[in-house]
């Protein structure tokens, strides 16, 4: 087994840890642990809420939840040599499970704390809670379906500059200025509420608390992109912004659906990753990879060969408002497609079928983004994780 180079207790909140993570973004958070290129070791990891969600049928936990806590990340790692410009090799050897945690998450925020991606059909919050058998997930919450998992951590990232901090905050300042009262709001701007530094402390921890980025969105340095790929033997090739490059990592997932689309989202879990780091010096110039990070996929994915696809056009759900190649209201009308057809053939309450889509394996694709002026989006559900058969007949 490799070397635990970050432990979590998890009867204990992030800042009580031994070695305490963070959960916003700043260079100057300061590292955990250095590692020399060429290291591999296990990172310990809490799930994204710091242990907010119970394993109960109460969904008051998901409607009340503090999101100004998420996310909590283990690290950052401090990897020997890296300099700005350079690029960070992190290979994900492998991902797993606590013996003493084997179930995991899934929930509908209500739409005046969070939200998600049908938030205006499903506005209110609900949960389904998912027990682990092995690579499976069922789930007391939504029957009639059994899955293979992915298991991948939703949210992994190195440090910004200070450069680059100001950057995200002043466009998504600027953002939220458009419409500043919309519920939920359009970006989720730096607050100290909640905010978990490392060991910081004292004048410093509250400078640093009113800077940082909040760990929500993706951005140039990886961060939150919930890519179901990004699994076992995975090698993700991160620019580096800071010395040190400070890696860190957090938000596992047991198995996601391409969008996480009801944000909390995939079926979220506490776990542990064995990682493998290394370095390209001067990687950024030479492979021209300046802002977002490249990944080659692992062999591990469940072997699912027969799908029932979904399409989705750029026209509005409820208006008939056509729009001009908008992925992002097609793919919604490819998912509520899909959820009134399993309303139908399963019996689940849309709230069901929504948490079922964004936490099976289910593929998201554009499939059509040049016909003016209707975007095609597609929703291919594999149909062998139900209990019967659903397709028409």
Same mark, same amino acid.
């Given at each position: 087994?490799a ?8 009867n204990?909140?992030? #800042?009580?840890?031994e ?25 310990e ?13 109460d ?28 690029l960070?090799v992190?290979d ?12 995991g998450?899934?929930?509908?925020f ?25 690579i499976?997930?069922?789930s ?10 992915i ?12 450069a ?6 002043k ?8 419409n ?23 004048q ?29 033997g995975t090698?993700?090739?991160f620019?580096v ?5 400070k ?16 944000f909390?989202?995939?079926?979220e879990?506490a ?5 493998h ?6 990687g950024?110039?030479k492979?021209?990879i300046? #802002? ?15 799908f ?8 509005h ?32 309450t ?7 889509l964004?936490?099976?394996p289910v593929?998201g ?7 003016v ?7 291919w ?13």
């Amino acid at each position: 087994m490799a070397d635990v180079l970050f432990r979590v207790d998890l009867n204990k909140p992030m #800042e009580e840890q031994e070695t305490p993570g963070h959960n916003r973004w700043h260079p100057d958070i300061p590292a955990t642990v250095s590692v020399n290129p060429g290291t591999e070791f296990r990172m310990e990891c809490k799930d994204w809420t710091d242990g907010q969600i119970q394993n109960n049928d109460d969904p008051s936990d998901i409607r009340d939840v503090n999101l100004h806590r998420v996310h909590v990340l283990s690290g950052p790692v401090w990897v020997n040599g890296a300099e700005p410009g350079d690029l960070l090799v992190v290979d994900i050897l492998d991902i797993g499970t606590f013996a003493e945690s084997q179930w995991g998450f899934n929930g509908i925020f209500a739409k005046q704390n969070g939200g998600g991606f049908l938030t205006d059909h499903y506005p209110d919050a609900a949960k389904s809670i998912w027990d682990f058998h092995g690579i499976y997930a069922t789930s007391r919450h939504i029957p009639g379906v059994k899955f293979a998992g992915i298991l991948h951590p939703g949210l992994i990232g190195t440090a910004p500059s200070h450069a680059l901090l100001d950057k995200w905050n002043k466009r998504e300042k600027e953002l939220v200025a458009k419409n500043p009262d919309r519920v939920p709001g359009l970006a989720n701007l730096p607050s100290p509420d909640s905010a978990v530094l490392g060991s910081l402390k004292g004048q410093k921890f509250n400078r640093i608390a009113r800077e940082a980025a909040r760990t929500v969105p993706p951005r140039e340095h990886g961060g939150n992109c919930d890519i179901k790929n990004l699994s076992k033997g995975t090698r993700i090739y991160f620019p580096v912004f800071v010395d040190g490059a400070k890696l860190s990592l957090g938000d596992l997932h047991f198995s996601q659906g391409d969008g996480e689309i009801s944000f909390c989202g995939g079926i979220e879990m506490a776990g542990w990753v064995d990682l493998h780091v290394d370095l390209i010096k001067g990687g950024m110039a030479k492979y021209n990879i300046i #802002e977002n990070p490249v990944f080659k996929p692992g062999p591990v994915d469940p072997h699912y060969s027969e799908f029932l696809v979904f399409e989705g056009i750029s026209v509005h759900e409820t208006t008939g408002e056509q729009h001009y190649l908008d992925a992002h209201i097609a793919y919604r009308r490819a998912c509520l497609n899909a959820i009134d057809y399993l309303k139908t053939t399963m019996g689940l309450t849309g709230e069901q079928a929504y948490m079922l889509l964004s936490t099976a394996p289910v593929e998201g694709r554009i499939s059509g983004i040049v016909d003016v002026p209707n975007a095609c989006c597609t929703l291919w559900i594999p149909t062998s994780i139900f209990d019967r058969d659903i397709l028409p007949s």
